[in-house]
């Protein structure tokens, strides 16, 4: 899988990184709850006067997600004859 990061500036000006970001395709069952939940987390995070520079987005998804939908999400292909 494919992942993204993301950089931008919060309300108060400093520099956040919000990675980990799946990249799904458009026809994928996970794409429009993916992208909803990314704006979830930015307008928290662009609010929020933390001291925290860089966030895990699929952390955000642990705590979030129920966990079949989580495990479904990022879920690793077997691989046969341990190629």
Do not use: C
């Amino acid at each position: 899988m494919l992942f993204k990061s993301l950089e931008f500036k919060n309300a108060v000006g400093q520099k956040v990184k919000i990675t980990e970001i799946p990249v799904l395709k458009k026809n994928s069952p996970y794409y429009f709850m993916i992208q909803v939940r990314l704006q979830t987390f930015i307008s928290t995070i662009y609010g929020d006067k933390k001291r925290n520079k860089s966030y895990s987005f699929r952390e955000y998804l642990k705590r979030v997600l129920k966990w079949p939908d989580y495990q479904q999400l990022f879920k690793t292909p077997e691989l046969k004859n341990n190629a």
